[in-house]
């Protein structure tokens, strides 16, 4: 069974600056980013493979950068300009196959969040 456990979300003002971490108990093909908001369904925000490609969602497109480190089994997304819409739990998740979606369900493996929470 895959380990993911996040860190470094907190509470920022807007227009700030976060970096969250996710570690990994294995190196995974496919990693990614997803948050969800009170009341709002989980969504995709970031996704790479072990190669270093990436997908973004739209929203986050220029703000939200997904990064990885295989030697480490670590996966980081830098967060800047935060907004008060960015307000969240973030998710870190993987999966073993294909790495071209930004849907929920087609990942295997998930950590138990960090929370964001942006305050204008």
């Known amino acids: 069974q895959v380990q993911l456990v996040e860190s470094g979300g907190g509470a920022v003002q807007s227009g700030g600056s976060l970096r969250l971490s996710c570690v990994a108990s294995?190196?995974?093909?496919?990693m990614g980013w997803f948050r969800q908001a009170p009341g709002k369904e989980r969504e995709g925000v970031a996704i790479i493979n072990d190669a270093g490609t990436t997908l973004y969602a739209g929203s986050v497109k220029g703000r939200f950068t997904i990064s990885r480190d295989n030697a480490k089994n670590t996966l980081y997304l830098q967060i800047h300009s935060l907004k008060p819409e960015d307000t969240a739990m973030y998710y870190c998740a993987a999966r073993g196959g294909g790495c071209s979606s930004l849907d929920a369900p087609a990942y295997d493996y998930w950590g138990q969040g960090t929370r964001v929470t942006v305050s204008s």
């Open positions: 294995e190196i995974i093909y496919c």
